[in-house]
């Protein structure tokens, strides 16, 4: 299956300022990796890391009810291409995308 998404940064980062989001939403090394980043790249990158989470449920099929996202977690290999780690281990391929206030990606789970 495949799932695809597209989130707009503003709203990302509106919902950043939030404690009880980000915690809900993205484990530490994500937001590690954000800041990293930078602070003009933060909420970039974080609407790409939601994006992906998103894509993901939807190319397993699953809704995201009742499910808590900071247990789907993106990882970026050395080369720098993002990986989902599920809870069970399984990893699917996903890809990100940023362009004009908008992060998309795409995930494919065989």
Not at 69 to 73: F, G, P, Q, Y
Not at 81 to 84: A, H, L, R, V
């Given at each position: 299956m495949i799932g695809i998404d597209l989130v707009k940064v503003e709203r990302?980062?509106?919902?950043?300022?939030?404690q009880h989001f980000l915690e809900?939403?993205?484990?530490?090394?994500?937001?590690?990796?954000?800041?990293?980043?930078?602070?003009?790249?933060?909420?970039?990158?974080?609407?790409g890391i939601f994006a992906a989470k998103e894509a993901v449920l939807k190319a397993l099929g699953t809704g995201?009810?009742?499910l808590n996202?900071?247990?789907?977690?993106i990882l970026h290999g050395e080369s720098g291409?993002?990986?989902?780690r599920l809870e069970d281990g399984r990893v699917v391929n996903v890809s990100i995308s940023h362009d004009s206030g908008f992060a998309a990606a795409a995930a494919v789970v065989l």
């Open positions: 990302i980062a509106r919902l950043a300022d939030k809900k939403t993205f484990s530490i090394r994500e937001i590690e990796y954000a800041k990293a980043k930078g602070e003009i790249k933060f909420a970039e990158t974080l609407a995201i009810k009742d996202l900071s247990k789907l977690e291409q993002p990986y989902c």
